[in-house]
């Protein structure tokens, strides 16, 4: 089977799960499990901030730092793409109580300008923009990446108005590979960080929310409150730490195996509309008579699995599990299909 469903699809390798066996463990909610607290002490010293909380999810990191950033009748301002919007169930109104304000940007990325003009004035009869949530990368803009000069525009911005800035970083080394700039380059620039360990750095489960002392403590209180504090977790920390150490720069293969699947299906007469392919994910859309159901049905015949991402519109995503010679099969197979 060859699954370009998404980059979450990875099962441990031999080395990572070596390493998860090994792993010395402790109860985490009593902060005595040293496998996670040397996670969480790589990843913030790694982003250039003072403390990190290892969590189940990049849904849970995400929605804990909207509640410790906001308080209730509040706004956050994000793009329409942005998976806080668009995946996480509304948590935004469940878990804080806020409101949302869109923004259109292209292919999912904002600067500075938009940020501004979103930012509403303060009257009794407005939520107050608290705020702005950027996504490095962006999955539903098809792996598009912000440059480190745009960041920087918009947290000037925020500095001078008062509002607070979060990175949903669920792909953020995907984005580091491309443009070179470090971790710390970055993550300097926010407020709070979210990073997914379970997309393309390839371990089973686990998302690292980061910041400074007061607002990760804050933040491990709103953990429990979500049912997130978690025992012997060192388990799957250890996974963790073997994928920050093993698995970032391998993701510029991902990067050309998703390139390579694009130059491929220009040349196929039954695709349009390919999204600029930036990093690791691929979207485009399918020219009738293909449809989407015909289309992975024949690539299931093929042990090829991918996900609808609109009425016409497939996505293909690369990660560690999917070998250049998987990527040869699914070109044999694309240039076979016939509508
Ligand atoms: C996957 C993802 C998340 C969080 O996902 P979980 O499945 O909850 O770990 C958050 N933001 C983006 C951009 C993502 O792609």
């Not at 806020?98 to 938009?114: H, K, R």
């Not at 012997?232 to 963790?240: D, P």
Request: neutral net charge; charged residues 20%.
């Amino acid at each position: 089977m060859i699954n370009l469903t998404s980059d979450t699809v990875t099962k441990p390798t031999a080395g990572m799960l070596q390493a998860m066996m090994a792993a010395e463990v402790g109860d985490d909610v009593f902060r005595e499990d040293p496998t996670v607290n040397a996670l969480e002490a790589k990843a913030s010293a790694m982003f250039g901030h003072e403390a990190a909380l290892y969590c189940p999810s990049g849904t849970m990191t995400n929605q804990i730092a909207l509640k410790v950033h906001t308080r209730p009748l509040d706004e956050v301002i994000c793009d329409e793409m942005s998976h806080i919007y668009q995946y996480e169930v509304a948590g935004y109104a469940f878990h804080s109580g806020i409101g949302v304000n869109l923004m259109q940007g292209e292919n999912g990325i904002v600067d500075a300008l938009m940020v501004e003009k979103a930012i509403k004035p303060l009257h009794d009869w407005l939520p107050i923009s608290k705020l702005v949530v950027l996504e490095n990368t962006c999955n539903k803009g098809g792996g598009s990446y912000y440059s480190l000069a745009t960041i920087r525009e918009i947290r000037r911005l925020c500095l001078e108005k008062g509002l607070k800035l979060h990175l949903d970083g669920a792909r953020i080394f995907n984005a580091l590979v491309e443009t070179g700039d470090t971790p710390a380059d970055v993550g300097r620039e926010f407020d709070s960080i979210s990073v997914c360990l379970s997309k393309g750095l390839g371990a089973p489960v686990g998302s690292l929310l980061i910041g400074n002392q007061s607002f990760i403590s804050e933040a491990r209180r709103v953990r429990k409150v979500m049912g997130g504090g978690m025992r012997q977790a060192g388990f799957l920390a250890a996974a963790g730490i073997y994928a920050l150490d093993h698995h970032i720069e391998r993701l510029k293969v991902d990067h050309a195996h998703a390139q390579h699947l694009s130059r491929v299906l220009a040349e196929l007469n039954y695709v349009s509309n390919i999204r600029p392919v930036k990093t690791n994910i691929l979207i485009f859309d399918l020219k009738l008579p293909a449809t989407n159901a015909n289309f992975l049905a024949f690539l299931a015949e093929h042990q090829i699995k991918a996900s609808v991402f609109g009425p016409q519109t497939i996505r293909f995503v690369t990660h560690l599990d999917v070998s250049q010679q998987m990527i040869e099969q699914v070109v044999h197979v694309l240039r076979q299909y016939k509508p």
